[in-house]
């Protein structure tokens, strides 16, 4: 296959594979939040929700391995808890938001079902599927992200090409952090060290693919999906500000894209959109429950039953958690990814590095120093804020939810010149 093509190829798969329909729901919203000041929320979303992602498939191509790679510098044993508490994250939280997506914006709207008897029917369907590891998934996968991404480009421009009677103010005192910690829920950056090994491993089945040829191939195709996901994500953002006037106050993220819809396509265009982001929705499910069965299954020396067991428990906990609105699943999700999304970044980021800058003392250092001083962030949303209010005094940007931020920073600087001083003196 041509090099050209094959990248283009691959950009687009890893594309799709970024692209959970979940994830459609938070920029129209940072929109309508953000007004004036759009621009600098999209530049914080970006960091987290396109920059950091993509810099992990570039680790990826650098490494070639799978997600243990990625923190076994700090300790294999680290990186196998590491791992099980990435995979326990997801089918416990993206994996039930895609059913309570499904029935916000595919079922209430038309039918008057509870949520419970969507997420069981919703998860039953997805275990019959991960049971049956069904080729019919692949090609409503294959087919499905195409006419999203033409629906919603739909929107995009005819929401952008319409003159907003008014915007409303921005509702964030810190715009850039606000972006940022919204980012955090599209879980792009686990995505990308979950995906980014799949990908490695479908690469791996080409006997005649050199390493530096996957490597350019992964790499270009990560840039690829992250000018795609920039695009879509910006344009969202930009129609929900255009429209912010139109939405009623305390609007949820799926009335808000649904709406949005509505005002650009009608009810027509919102009905094809709402079965499309269903379909979207199933499949992210299917991969998550069927990923995460994989892992176990190799823990337990390719044991089936592991794999069963597995199964059947991320279709209950969906069915349990899937059950609950968005919103509710956004909130109890914010102390979750406050604690793992730091310790995943400063690993993206420490394994893209040369390896003179990214020693194994560099990695448990930098990580340690990270997990320490994101306690306070994660512990705030767990209990009383105000009774951590003496302890973030003392730690830099902490009120923003960012206070492992210079300590990393601070610890992989000292770390490394410690590390030149002792070897030029030795």
Known sequence: MNKTKEILITGFALFSMFFGAGNLILPPF??????????????????????????????????????????????????????????????????????????????????????????????????????????????????????????????????????????????????????????????????????????????????????????????????????????????????????????????????????????????????????LVALACFTTGVGIVTGTADYFKGLFKNSQKAYTITAIIGCLLGVIIGQFDVHYIIVIALPVLMFIYPITIILILLNVLPERFATPVVFKAVVGITFLFSIPDFLKFIINPESLTGIQSYIPFSEFSLGWVLPAIFIFILVNVFKSFTTKNS
């Open 30 to 275: 940072l929109g309508v939040q953000s007004g004036e000041n759009w621009s600098i929320v999209t530049l914080g979303f970006f960091v987290t929700a396109v920059f950091i992602p993509i810099i992990g498939i570039i680790a990826h191509a650098r490494l070639q391995g799978t997600m243990f790679d990625f923190g076994k510098k700090v300790s294999p044993t680290f990186s196998t808890i590491y791992c099980l508490i990435v995979y326990t994250i997801s089918i416990t939280l993206p994996a039930p938001r895609t059913a309570s997506v499904t029935h916000e914006m595919a079922i209430a709207p038309f039918f008057g079902t509870s949520s419970l008897l969507t997420s069981t029917l919703y998860f039953a369907l997805v275990f019959l599927f991960v049971m049956n590891r069904s080729k019919i998934l692949n090609l409503i996968g294959k087919f499905l992200t195409p006419f999203i991404i033409i629906i919603l480009l739909a929107v995009i421009f005819i929401g952008i090409s319409t003159t907003p009677t008014a915007i409303n103010p921005s509702s964030f005192e810190t715009p850039f952090v606000s972006g940022l910690l919204e980012g955090y829920q599209t879980f792009d950056a686990i995505g990308a060290i979950v995906v980014g090994g799949v990908l490695v491993i479908s690469m791996n089945f080409k006997k005649d693919t050199s390493f530096a040829l996957k490597k350019e191939l992964i790499t270009k195709a990560g840039i690829i999906a992250g000018i795609g996901l920039l695009t879509i994500y910006a344009g969202l953002i930009y129609s929900g500000v255009q429209s912010s006037a139109t939405f009623a106050e305390g609007a949820t993220r799926t009335e808000i894209l649904s709406s949005l819809s509505t005002q650009t396509l009608g009810n027509i265009g919102t009905t094809f959109l709402s079965v």
